[in-house]
């Protein structure tokens, strides 16, 4: 989100191109659902925005975050926004691969939930998982495949490519 794995256009820059409205960027590099939470309410009471894109939860994974906190976190954001009129757009994260593939098994569970967690609460969904897969993994029937051309060489952020692809993907909400 933040836009500093890539030498490119952040998704948010794009996003706004895409759509033609202001899309405030608050992402910060390493951020932790669990840890948040508060800033929901921050975001919306300084930008008085009418969306939040919620794409959070890797971080979460890599630190070892028990699942079920990292989606209470995230519900918890999704009724502030709720209760504030905001739509809530929540993300779903691309499976990570190549030296960070050790967090894979753990970003599909995380994702299955928020799948969920959108279904029970009545939002959309954006499926960066799916976004960014080929099918599945030959190897692991559990796990997609990664489309490869779509992530920069740690194999846990996008590229040019593959943040052109998360803006496109949440602007087919707009």
């Keep these: 989100t933040t836009g500093s794995a890539c030498d490119c256009p952040n998704y ?18 390493g951020s932790q659902a669990i840890r948040s939470v508060d800033k929901t309410k921050e975001v919306i009471d300084e930008h008085k925005a009418g969306f939040m894109l919620l794409l959070y939860g890797i971080n979460d ?24 009129n905001v739509v809530a757009v929540i993300s779903t994260y691309p499976v990570p691969i190549w ?20 279904r029970a609460h009545g939002i959309r969904c954006v ?23 779509l992530y920069d060489p740690d194999g846990l952020h996008p590229n040019d490519a593959g943040t ?11």
């Design 61 to 84: 994974v890599i630190h070892s975050r028990n699942t079920d906190s990292i989606l209470k976190a995230l519900e918890s954001m999704v009724q502030i926004c709720k209760d504030n």
């Design 99 to 118: 030296g960070h593939r050790i967090f894979a098994a753990g970003t599909v569970r995380l994702n299955e939930g928020i799948r969920q967690l959108a």
């Design 12 to 29: 948010p820059q794009r996003l706004a191109s895409l759509i033609g409205k202001t899309v405030y960027n608050e992402g910060r590099g």
């Design 127 to 149: 499926d960066l998982e799916y976004e960014f897969s080929n099918g599945r993994d030959p190897a692991n029937a559990n796990l997609p495949r990664a489309d490869e051309s």
């Design 164 to 174: 052109q692809i998360i803006a496109m993907a949440f602007a087919d909400l707009f």
